[in-house]
Antibody
């Protein structure tokens, strides 16, 4: 059974930094591209970033480009999201999601999701 | 970016009746080289992460009840729940993955009438 467990969410001040982690199990982590998707309170889904299976290709939404960095450690079956220069509008539940197809980093459909971790940006 | 627009924003359907949700993309998500529509549907219940229902516009994910079906091509797509059950109360999202920057519709809330 695929399991994705996010951690690292917290209350942080505007301009601050945070690193999210997603521990994966139940599948061959190194064979799949992975994604971060966020959901602001009471709002819809917004894709944030994706990374190829090997980690060599990354993609970002315009709203986070230059501030967030996605990475992965295939030896630890873990996905990361380094979040810098945080803004109030980054407040959201952040989900880790597995690509249902493809390993290139391009997002496809997401066939497994974690439970999410809450990031709150406020002074 | 490809904009995904769902309609309606919400709908109330009686138990056992059909629920239909529409999704329109601002440009075609049909990839001509493989004749596949890069379109997925998700269900999200309160306090839970989204769950994949349909991918490639009409392929049902393993374990998803047969009452859920997807149709459409190009820019216009539909998710149909043939006989609404109480456990289907949720918000439903469409997603295009044709573009490198994947985008979601705004969501449609389905309730019991």
């Amino acid at each position: 059974e695929v399991q994705l467990l996010e951690s690292g969410g917290d209350l942080v001040q505007p301009g601050g930094s945070l690193r999210l982690s997603c521990a994966a199990s139940g599948f061959t982590f190194s064979s799949y591209a992975m994604n971060w998707v966020r959901q602001a309170p009471g709002k819809g889904l917004e894709w944030v970033s994706s990374i190829s299976a090997g980690g060599g290709s990354t993609y970002y939404a315009d709203s986070v480009k230059g501030r967030f960095t996605i990475s992965r450690d295939n030896s630890k079956n873990t996905l990361y999201l380094q979040m810098n220069s945080l803004r109030a509008e980054d407040t959201a539940v952040y989900y880790c999601a597995k690509n249902g197809a493809g390993d290139s980093g391009k997002s496809y459909y997401f066939d497994s999701w974690g439970q999410g971790t809450l990031v709150t940006v406020s002074s | 970016d490809i904009v995904m627009t769902q309609s309606p924003d919400s709908l109330a359907v009686s138990l056992g009746e059909r629920a239909t949700i529409n999704c329109k993309s601002s440009q075609s998500v049909l990839y001509s080289s493989n004749n596949k529509n890069y379109l997925g549907w998700y269900q999200q219940k309160p306090g839970q992460p989204p769950k994949l229902l349909i991918y490639w516009a009409s392929t049902r994910e393993s374990g998803v009840p047969e009452r859920f079906s997807g149709s459409g091509s190009g820019t216009d797509f539909t998710l149909t729940i043939s006989s609404l059950q109480a456990e289907d109360v949720a918000v439903y999202y469409c997603q295009q993955y044709y573009s490198t920057l994947t985008t979601f519709g705004q969501g449609t809330k389905v309730e019991i009438k």
